[in-house]
């Protein structure tokens, strides 16, 4: 998870093919993360790393966990 972090394309800006955009940032990452369903990698992150999040983080944990909870 060090790697992961360390290479992320941190301030990146990301299209979408309906023309959003977003940057990858620190709440992108937790997201990404919370999508693994692995709920130790996203202590790791949020404790460690004191990373940022939002409601995008939850709604990952939501839509591929399977019984964890952010």
Same mark, same amino acid.
């Given at each position: 998870?060090?790697?992961?972090?360390?290479?992320?394309? /941190?301030?990146?800006?990301?299209?979408?093919? *309906?023309?959003?955009?977003? #940057?990858? $940032?620190?709440?992108?990452?937790?997201?990404?993360?919370?999508?693994?369903?692995?709920?130790?990698?996203?202590? /790791?992150?949020?404790?460690?790393?004191?990373? *940022?999040?939002?409601?995008? #983080?939850? $709604?990952?944990?939501?839509?591929?966990?399977?019984?964890?909870?952010?």
């Amino acid at each position: 998870m060090e790697l992961a972090w360390e290479g992320y394309p /941190w301030g990146t800006r990301v299209g979408l093919p *309906d023309g959003e955009e977003y #940057t990858m $940032n620190q709440e992108v990452f937790c997201a990404r993360v919370a999508a693994t369903n692995d709920l130790k990698l996203l202590q /790791w992150v949020r404790e460690e790393k004191e990373c *940022d999040w939002h409601c995008m #983080t939850s $709604n990952m944990a939501a839509g591929h966990g399977k019984g964890f909870r952010v």
